[in-house]
């Protein structure tokens, strides 16, 4: 696995790259995006889909803020694009964004992660489960 240093806050999240796999590691939170489902491991407070025309929005709201891990020395980067997927970090006064745009294999399109929540958007004709484990949650995509 490739691993990146991605700003967030006054630290940074530590993003891993895997062959069908990414790994967004938090100091208090782990997220795993995989083609065809999204883990969650801890602080899940809830989720809701919002529906448009052409678009699924769905929302997973965080329990405790995501915080950044702050163990690390190295300069942290705003964004990290490859061939693959394009990642982006984004500080406004009301608190830190990271979008990702992920490889057309992934049965969803793009990924908004705020401090406490995140927005998966999807296809209107994709169908979506979920999974509650103890404080997580998967989302799966069919």
Same mark, same amino acid.
């Given at each position: 696995? +490739?691993?990146?240093?991605?700003?967030?806050?006054?630290?940074? #999240?530590?993003?891993?790259?895997?062959?069908?796999?990414?790994? @967004?590691?938090? #100091?208090?939170?782990? +997220? @795993?995006?995989?083609?065809?489902?999204?883990?969650?491991?801890?602080?899940?407070?809830?989720?809701?889909?919002? %529906? !448009?025309?052409?678009?699924? =929005?769905?929302?997973? +709201?965080?329990?405790?803020?995501?915080?950044?891990? !702050?163990?690390?020395?190295?300069?942290?980067?705003?964004?990290?694009?490859?061939?693959? +997927?394009?990642?982006? %970090?984004?500080?406004?006064? %009301?608190?830190?964004?990271?979008?990702?745009?992920?490889?057309? #294999? %992934? @049965?969803?399109?793009? /990924?908004? @992660?705020?401090?406490?929540?995140?927005?998966?958007?999807? !296809?209107?004709?994709?169908? /979506?489960?979920?999974?509650?484990?103890?404080?997580?949650?998967?989302? =799966?995509? /069919?």
């Amino acid at each position: 696995m +490739i691993t990146k240093y991605l700003q967030w806050g006054d630290g940074y #999240a530590e993003f891993k790259l895997g062959d069908s796999e990414y790994l @967004l590691l938090f #100091a208090n939170n782990t +997220i @795993l995006f995989r083609p065809r489902s999204i883990f969650v491991e801890k602080n899940v407070a809830g989720n809701k889909t919002v %529906y !448009s025309k052409k678009k699924r =929005y769905v929302y997973v +709201i965080f329990s405790k803020h995501l915080l950044p891990n !702050s163990d690390f020395v190295k300069k942290a980067v705003d964004e990290y694009i490859d061939y693959q +997927i394009e990642v982006r %970090y984004t500080r406004l006064k %009301y608190g830190n964004y990271l979008t990702i745009n992920l490889p057309g #294999a %992934y @049965l969803y399109d793009h /990924v908004i @992660l705020t401090d406490d929540q995140m927005c998966i958007v999807i !296809s209107v004709k994709r169908n /979506v489960y979920f999974e509650r484990t103890d404080d997580g949650l998967t989302i =799966y995509l /069919v």
